[in-house]
């Protein structure tokens, strides 16, 4: 099963929105998928399972070379929130075999 790890600064209220929003998603779209929040403090790219991360604040460069990051910031103003999800959706089934 995928899993994707959603990132703010704090782990506590953006991320938790993130992940609700994340979860509906997935459920509608018939995609498996752990979704798991974190503080951006709590994640590391030598121990990092994600294949997305969808993060609201900045991500050092070192996990994209462990996982697909995509900004999560338009899951919080609603201005291109559409694009990201198609784009995690995508993500997530490019890898499917894996």
């Known amino acids: 099963m995928k899993t994707v ?7 506590v209220a953006t991320s938790t929105m993130l992940r609700l929003k994340v979860e509906r998603f997935l459920e509608e779209q018939g995609i ?3 979704v798991r929040q974190f ?3 709590e994640i590391s790219p ?6 997305v991360i ?3 604040t900045e991500i050092p460069p070192e996990f ?7 900004n999560g910031i338009s899951l919080i103003t609603g201005i291109g929130q559409t694009e990201t999800l198609q784009n995690l ?10």
């Open 39 to 41: 503080r951006v403090t």
């Open 46 to 51: 030598q121990r990092t399972d994600a294949d």
């Open 89 to 98: 959706a995508r993500a997530l089934q490019e890898n499917k075999g894996e």
């Open 54 to 56: 969808l993060a609201t």
């Open 64 to 70: 994209e070379k462990v996982a697909t990051v995509i």
């Open 5 to 11: 790890y959603v990132v703010c600064a704090t782990g």
């Open 32 to 34: 498996q998928a752990n």
